[in-house]
């Protein structure tokens, strides 16, 4: 997958109630595990995946609605998680982010926080 996103098809009257969550991951079978147990947890759930950090931020930069949450994938090529956390503090974005990551030394767990 390029870095450009993907959204589930979902009818115009009912994005307007839909809640969006922006996946930020690069390995494309955690994108669509992440997806569809979003969409099963929840039907309002829109998906927006992005397959990097940096497609995020660009799209971040671009549009007017943010999104309701972010799953972040810390682990990834370019601008990691990590960074891409410390560029929406430093732009104070106040986008709640569930950090998901198949690393579980006990370093990374403490600065996850």
């Known amino acids: 997958m390029n870095g450009a996103a993907q959204t589930n098809s979902t009818p115009a009257k009912a994005v307007r109630q839909m809640k969006t969550v922006w996946i930020v991951e690069d ?3 955690d994108q669509f595990i992440a997806q569809k ?7 309002r759930i829109a998906v927006k995946i992005f397959g990097n950090a940096v497609a995020a931020q660009q ?3 671009k549009t007017k609605k943010k999104p309701w949450a972010i799953l972040l994938n810390l682990e990834m090529p ?13 732009r104070q974005f106040n986008i709640p982010v569930v950090i998901i990551t198949a690393d579980n030394r006990s370093t990374s767990i403490a600065r996850a926080g």
């Open 27 to 29: 390995n494309e079978a």
């Open 37 to 43: 147990l979003l969409e099963v947890a929840d039907k």
């Open 59 to 61: 799209a971040l930069q």
């Open 78 to 90: 370019v601008v990691d998680g990590w960074e891409f956390l410390a560029w929406l503090t430093e």
